[in-house]
């Protein structure tokens, strides 16, 4: 009896290495690429392909410039209409004036390749890059001419692109829908999908990213990390909130601890299509 339990034991500390071994150093460097379809009744326009990358997290453990290349070059590869990239280009919480030189530096080489995406980008800030400078990474999007949206709109084709602030660093306002003509389709950009209080009713869909898809997505458990006070439902995926269409990416890096467990990273093409008559 003694050795059965022995073994037991031996075989759960085994299993157990093995999963911190693989959240580690496997599935952090993975990258899924996923294509999903939207068909949405509030939608009448063209169909639409939407690229979406969040959570960069550049200068983190799994994330170094050449990485971000690679990120662009699959986008590229999959052709969208335009690409949504809703904040955390950058990892960790010191201001950029207190990070070394060498630090600075991958930010700025990995910052630069998105200047490389084909289709038309813009992006919203998040609460990591609020806390890297958020003016410095303004500086260094609009140095990779992408179009910055923070409470504020950008009309593209039959597509009105709002962009709200981030809800933990800053402040989304409503009131930047009032930018979009009457005959133009909200969609929303957002770091956190927490901003939902701020969606208009008639958003087609809302895009977000900060939840990481829980990071760490146990058996059972599921996705109980989010970073946000949302239920699990709301971490991955697609779900509603206030009756607005909502889809959240699990992004490319990591955050706190530098794992990822049955949440691997994505890069996301979504085809926005009007509902058949």
Known sequence: MKRVIFKSIVALAVISLACVLYGLLIEPRQLKIRQVAFVSDKYSGPEVRIGLITDIHIGGMHVPPDRVAKLVRDMNALNPDIVLLPGDFIDGHIPHEDKSDAFNDVVMSGMSHLGALQAPAFATL?????????AKVQELLADADISILENSVAIFEGLCLVGLADYDTATPDKSAFL???????????????????????DTVLAVAGHTHGGQVNLPL????????????????????????DVFVSAGVGTSILPVRFRSPPEIVLITLQPAPE
């Open 179 to 201: 930018e979009c003509p009457q005959d133009v389709h909200p969609l929303v950009f957002t770091h956190s999908p927490q901003a939902y209080e701020s969606f208009r009713s």
């Open 221 to 244: 458990i599921g996705r109980r990390v989010n970073s946000t006070r949302l239920s699990a439902e709301h971490s991955y995926g697609f779900s509603e909130l206030r009756g607005v």
């Open 126 to 134: 998040g609460n990591h890059d609020a806390w890297y400078g958020a």
